[in-house]
T-cell receptor, first 120, second 108 residues
């Protein structure tokens, strides 16, 4: 597509429920990233995909968080048993990767407009 | 030392002013850098890339000082529409590392 698409744009859920967030990257972008941004805070790295493999899961805050990616397209971030501290904007970004390291360094990222998650 | 550090601001400047932000980074091996702009409740958007000593795009100039490990962003003739948070971005291992941002407020 023309840009990175995320859905839903807003999600309100009750504490303890599971949620699934979706990201559709720019066509041809092999690298995909998930970040979280709490209100008034900076971007917090969650996970990175190169193709459908995730070499860096270091940012996932707990085992309630998981992510997967189908080939070099859609990715889903799943949060199980949501807690109030999970409330944030979840941003997805994609980039070209000529190789696993050069891509984001050369081209930067293109972000989606995010999913605003509110846990009540 | 944090991977990337920025003064959070806010920087309050009148229209037409020149303003500069600095950003320091810890990884001396970093090669390319970025400035992103983030408007309130919006996603970050790429503003400029910096690969060598600097880059200029209209009213915006980004400079890189490798010896001192800092990047700067200069905005000339500030407009009201420049009000935003400016994020300094440094390459980490297989991902970009974002600073927490410097907030700019341009007033009439």
């Amino acid at each position: 597509g023309a840009g990175v698409s995320q859905s839903p744009s807003n999600k309100v859920t009750e504490k303890g429920k599971d949620v699934e967030l979706r990201c559709d990257p720019i066509s041809g972008h092999t690298a995909l990233y998930w970040y979280r941004q709490r209100l008034g805070q900076g971007l917090e790295f969650l996970i990175y995909f190169q193709g459908n493999s995730a070499p860096d899961k270091s940012g996932l805050p707990s085992d309630r968080f998981s992510a997967e990616r189908t080939g070099e397209s859609v990715s889903t971030l799943t949060i199980q048993r949501t807690q109030q501290e999970d409330s944030a904007v979840y941003l997805c970004a994609s980039s070209l990767s000529l190789d696993r390291i050069a891509g984001p360094r050369v081209y930067g990222y293109t972000f989606g407009s995010g999913t605003r998650l509110t846990v009540v | 030392r944090k991977e990337v550090e920025q003064d959070p601001g806010p920087f309050n400047v009148p229209e037409g002013a020149t303003v500069a932000f600095n950003c320091t980074y810890s990884n001396s091996a970093s090669q390319s850098f970025f400035w992103y702009r983030q408007d309130c409740r919006k996603e970050p958007k790429l503003l400029m890339s910096v690969y060598s000593s600097g880059n200029e795009d209209g009213r915006f100039t980004a400079q890189l000082n490798r010896a001192s490990q800092y990047i700067s962003l200069l905005i000339r003739d500030s407009k009201l529409s420049d009000s935003a948070t400016y994020l300094c971005v440094v390459p980490g291992f297989q991902k970009l590392v974002f600073g927490t941002g410097t907030r700019l407020l341009v007033s009439p």
